[in-house]
């Protein structure tokens, strides 16, 4: 990986430097308040974290480095990991090098297979795929180098290498965890002439690695490839990370955290909606019975599912990628019908009611169906795709963080009984 090396390397000294720089020169600098609301609330809304692989904005939703995301659809994960990390696009020798890493270490090693295979079969897939990451961490370079005593300015060499290895496993081990688990016959080896999304397709086995399913996967890929650094499964991989736990911990953790309903579980919550509304109507509903519906829903105070968003407050761009990729390829689905349907109706009936304080789709309230399309219907493992994708965002901050030198994460806790002292002395 020379090429992405010495582009890091080249990018290094400054960064370095301003980063001292800011610490020294305007670390007493105020950000903003906190107070009780963050302290009860999760944090959210609260300034506490770097991160600069990608930014989400209410108005605009998510851009890698500065490019909204809806510019990056055409492209590949590997770009997008190469912008992620970098910050810019990669020239002909520097994507296929990297697309070259992506492939080199895509044959998983027996052990893990030993494990996974040995697992209960009603284990969940997240679980599995981060046992298979944890099973991995024996192979961690960086914490070879760390036991050997390297310099911490050096440590992200190897950070870098641990990472590349996982991003070539990650996607076969997701396939074999969908067709053990699944029942889908013998996993299907990765192969030498496709690249990361195509292979994935590939081994999942609803692809020849060259068909619509492909690019449905690759697109897939780019567009849950990263959301900033808050929220859950990023800020859990970045704290892990930052106590120089290697990354198949980090990523690992991160995970963990992706496979809660509140995070990427959602995705399948949403499929398992719409196929509902399906099944209810027995196709697709009229305007008038989907409005119906949607109030009976929110009058027995249930939420629709791929709707609203904790940031956003427009329609989610990665939303707008997917559905005109339905409304190009899956336009006679009926499944995907109630989706652009549901497009339709529920923001109006969101608003009417009033709650919400976004009422416009998220990512989830489409890809489900789009799979769902292409013969892929086992909602478990939608996560895992997720979590598939979320590694290239998770990876390049981890990677940036070691080489950056940033410090372990620490915030401060405290009792409710201080809390409820220091409301008494500042109210
Ligand atoms: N349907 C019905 N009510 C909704 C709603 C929806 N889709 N979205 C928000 N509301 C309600 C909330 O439940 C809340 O009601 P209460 O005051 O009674 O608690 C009120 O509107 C205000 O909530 P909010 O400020 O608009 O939303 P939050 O920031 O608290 O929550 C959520 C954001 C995404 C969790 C929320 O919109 C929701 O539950 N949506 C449905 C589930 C969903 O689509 N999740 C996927 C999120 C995408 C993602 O991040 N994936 O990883």
Redesign the pocket.
């Known amino acids: 990986m020379n090429l992405l090396r010495g582009k890091l390397e080249e990018q290094l000294g400054a960064m370095r430097a301003e980063r001292k720089d800011l610490a020294k020169e305007s670390g007493e600098v105020k950000l903003g308040d906190v107070n009780a609301g963050h302290v009860l609330g999760g944090m959210?809304g609260l300034t506490g974290l770097l991160c600069d692989t990608s930014t989400v904005t209410p108005t605009e939703g998510l851009a890698i480095r500065n490019t909204p995301i809806l510019d990056l659809t055409t492209g590949s994960p590997e770009e997008t990991f190469y912008l992620l990390i970098t910050g810019e696009r990669p020239d002909e020798a520097a994507l296929s090098e990297l697309q070259g890493a992506f492939r080199a270490h895509s044959s998983v090693p027996h052990y893990v297979w030993n494990v996974l295979e040995a697992m209960p079969s009603d284990s969940h897939p997240m679980v599995m795929l981060s046992t298979a990451l944890m099973t991995m961490e024996r192979e961690s370079k960086f914490r070879a180098a760390y036991d050997a005593g390297t310099s911490k300015d050096e440590l992200w060499v190897a950070m870098l290498e641990d990472v590349l290895l996982l991003l070539s496993r990650i996607s076969t081990i997701a396939a074999g965890i969908y067709r053990m688990k699944f029942n889908k016959g013998e996993r299907i080896a990765p192969r030498t002439d496709l690249d990361w999304s195509a292979n994935f397709a590939y081994m999942l086995g609803h692809s020849d690695g060259n068909d619509q399913f492909a690019d449905l996967i690759r697109m897939y890929l780019v567009l849950h490839s990263d959301?900033g650094g808050g929220?859950v499964s990023a800020f859990a991989a970045h704290t892990v990370g930052s106590a120089l736990s290697d990354v198949f911990y980090a990523l690992s953790a991160g995970l963990n955290g992706?496979a809660g309903p509140?995070?990427?579980l959602?995705?399948q919550?949403?499929l398992k909606f719409v196929l509902s509304v399906h099944e209810r109507f027995n196709g697709v509903p009229s305007d008038k019975q989907l409005t119906e519906f949607i109030w009976e829903?929110?009058n027995n105070?249930?939420?629709?599912?791929?709707?609203?968003?904790?940031?956003l407050r427009v329609t989610?761009p990665r939303f707008t990628a997917f559905h005109n990729f339905g409304l190009q390829h899956c336009a006679g689905d009926e499944i995907f019908q109630v989706v652009d349907k549901m497009f339709n109706i529920?923001p109006k009936v969101?608003q009417e009611?009033g709650?919400?304080?976004?009422?416009w789709p998220?990512?989830?309230?489409a890809s489900g169906s789009l799979l769902y399309h292409y013969g892929l219907k086992e909602f478990e493992f939608y996560t895992v795709m997720?979590g598939v994708s979320r590694a290239l965002g998770i990876c390049s901050q981890i990677v940036l963080n070691r080489a950056l030198l940033s410090p372990i994460v620490r915030p401060k806790a405290i009792t409710t009984a201080k809390l409820k002292e220091m409301i008494g002395a500042n109210a």
């Open positions: 959210r959301h929220n992706l509140l995070h990427g959602a995705n919550e949403c829903r929110l105070r249930q939420v629709i599912p791929g709707f609203g968003h904790a940031v989610d529920v969101l009611h709650k919400a304080t976004n009422p998220n990512v989830d309230a997720f």
